[in-house]
């Protein structure tokens, strides 16, 4: 049996930080995955982890007040890091020197040196780093990863997405709904709105877009990058981003908003959050949630209702791929593998510079702590 499972092939998670809403979603993950057992969460606020539980309805014994006896006394096989993104480079560097697997809810990083300080931390422990992007496991996305690498629409020529939400501050875990305040001050008094701990639209959900993106291409990266964010009065970071990125074939488009009229997971908003793949033979539609895309080719130009792939274990969430990579010992793939999601934010990276020096950048452009080849990752 590969190292890190015990006898029945159970394995142990722990949630590490709740500074992200996804928090509560990854312990109800683990709590009711079968071939999980969730051993313990760790907050520094105390108070935030128990009503998280509470409402969950888990044992407020998960909870521990210190991290280093949680992962002595719980002994978990796998850590998911719920922290602010400026703090993911911190806990994978602290991780990388226990005996665990990472995953680090979505976005990856709060720059690419960061992201490069993790993959360093953990390559070469033996042990694997991955990243959680929600949308990865909607079943119409991997549908139409299916239907592109079987060359349905013929090669990738554009990818144009649009994605957000109401705002960070108008739901917490399980998409529930919160009333609070939007005024700057409580905006500003977020992390979700703190240019130093990796707040802003642009980096909550461009890395959605172009980390599936180059999923969707094998890996094919732009060679420049022109965006464009907008602020407004009173916040230091962005709720709204147009990011246009240059390849081969062609022009792509990647938006992101926070102030949708609508939340996508309860009313598809106007306009629709999703991707359209472009292809040298015809079109995907996939938009979030739903339950059919649309493909359109020369026999069927207006369109063709395909009815969503029924995914297996290991591609409905990042624990089902993760402890299926572990047990066939085979490296992490596609979006949640730290090479394409370093791809993505090398894209995230390069938007971020254009939109403040307000011209166009070359991929090029973007330094790295360290050269790495784009691929799958361990």
Not at 210 to 227: H, K, N, Q
Not at 332 to 353: H, K, Y
Request: charged fraction near 20%; aromatic fraction near 8%.
């Amino acid at each position: 049996m590969p190292e890190g499972t015990n006898a029945s092939g159970i394995w142990r998670v722990a949630v590490l930080g709740f500074d992200h809403m996804h928090a509560g979603d990854q312990l109800r993950l683990a709590a009711e995955h079968p071939s999980v057992e969730l051993v313990g969460a760790w907050d520094d606020r105390p108070s935030r982890g128990r009503s998280v539980l509470a409402h969950l309805g888990l044992p407020e014994v998960l909870l521990y007040t210190d991290v280093d006896e949680m992962l002595q006394r719980a002994s978990p096989q796998i850590v998911i890091v719920c922290s602010t993104t400026a703090d993911h480079v911190r806990w994978v560097e602290y991780l990388a020197s226990h005996p665990v697997h990472v995953v680090v809810e979505k976005p990856f990083a709060s720059s690419l040196a960061d992201a490069d300080r993790m993959i360093a931390a953990m390559r070469d422990t033996g042990r694997t780093l991955t990243v959680n992007w929600p949308l990865a496991w909607y079943p119409p996305h991997r549908t139409t990863k299916r239907l592109v690498g079987e060359g349905v629409i013929g090669e990738v020529a554009e990818i144009h997405y649009y994605d957000g939400n109401r705002g960070p501050l108008k739901h917490a875990h399980d998409k529930r709904e919160v009333a609070t305040s939007e005024d700057v001050a409580t905006k500003n008094a977020s992390w979700w709105y703190q240019r130093a701990a990796g707040g802003g639209s642009l980096l909550d959900y461009l890395g959605y877009g172009v980390t599936l993106g180059t999923w969707f291409r094998d890996g094919e990266l732009p060679s420049e990058v022109t965006a464009v964010t907008y602020i407004p009065p009173g916040l230091e970071v962005d709720e709204q981003s147009v990011v246009t990125a240059a390849y081969p074939g062609g022009l792509s488009t990647f938006q992101t908003r926070w102030g949708t009229f609508t939340d996508p997971w309860t009313i598809q908003s106007a306009p629709r959050c999703g991707f359209t793949v472009i292809g040298s033979e015809g079109v995907i539609t996939s938009w979030d949630y739903a339950e059919t895309i649309t493909l359109h080719t020369a026999a069927r130009p207006e369109g063709a209702p395909v009815a969503v792939d029924v995914l297996p274990a290991a591609e409905r969430d990042h624990l089902g791929l993760l402890i299926d990579s572990l047990e066939r010992d085979v490296p992490v793939a596609g979006p949640s593998s730290w090479g394409i999601s370093r791809a993505g934010q090398q894209i995230a990276d390069a938007a971020i510079l254009s939109a403040r020096l307000r011209r166009t950048v070359s991929l090029a452009d973007v330094a790295a702590a360290q050269p790495l080849t784009v691929g799958t990752g361990r």
